[in-house]
């Protein structure tokens, strides 16, 4: 009998290296969005501690000139930027990230499916091949029962 082979075999490997490129790209973006998380919390970091000293620069007593609240309030407001910035960009990370996971669930769903065929197929394939040698073995019974008579 002929050697069991699967018709979808190409459609098989096919998505298999769809479905390996989608894991690829979910863990990049990922990985990119733990960058992004860290980059905000150094942002945030950063932004209080230039509140901390401005906090000990105009304490009581100590004597602010317009210089000193101009800097600060310019590096207030580009910190806050960065902040606002780095939001928008975790945000729309975010979103990619969801995009990629739902892309690499269709295809795990999709290569799953093609692999019960290829199981049900090898199934269908042994459960003939099992009747052909089970018929092979009554014709040989038979033959030895005819000869025996």
Known sequence: ?????????????????????????????????????KQLQLFMFEMKQGQTEFAEVTGEGKTVTIGIIMTYNSFFNWKKHQIETQQKLILDTTQEKQQKLKKLMELMTYLKSIEQLKEKRLREYNEELLFEEQKMLDEIGLQLYVRGK
């Open 1 to 37: 009998m002929k050697k069991f082979k699967f018709q979808l075999e190409t459609l098989l490997k096919v998505t298999r290296r769809k479905k390996d490129d989608a894991e690829l790209k979910f863990a990049e973006v990922s990985r990119r969005l733990e960058e992004q998380k």
